[in-house]
């Protein structure tokens, strides 16, 4: 039982930075940023597991940033290219027992809103 809010989106020139934010309620453990673009699927760019771990589809590592706070979630975008002209997500996945009865990410998942990011040449 999730609730999520994006916000920082906007238009930047190529190669400039934006910072989203995700406002978050609820079991906030398992987190993620997906975007969509024009006429393609939507992808996961970022993710930070409850361990703190994070991982970042390959397009973006070295450019884009994961990190949270409490009750928020962070998207540092920076070198920003036209291809990542997209509506960006904020995800939050509930717990799901796994294996021994340990708990793992996976259960049902949220969804914020989503914030447009459009970046030009």
């Known amino acids: 039982q999730v609730q999520l809010q994006e916000s920082g989106g906007g238009s930047v020139q190529s190669g400039g930075s934006l910072k989203l934010s995700c406002a978050a309620s609820?079991?906030?453990?398992?987190m993620a940023w997906f975007r969509q673009a024009p006429g393609k699927e939507r992808e996961v760019v970022a993710d930070m597991r409850m361990d703190g771990s994070s991982t970042y589809t390959d397009s973006v590592k070295g450019r884009f940033t994961i990190s949270r706070g409490p009750g928020i979630l962070y998207l540092q975008m920076n070198s920003l290219k036209p291809e990542d002209t997209a509506m960006y997500y904020c995800a939050a996945d509930d717990l799901f027992v796994g294996p021994g009865g340990k708990a793992h990410c996976g259960g049902t998942r949220y969804w914020g809103q989503g914030t447009q990011v459009t970046v030009s040449s």
């Open positions: 609820g079991d906030t453990r398992c």
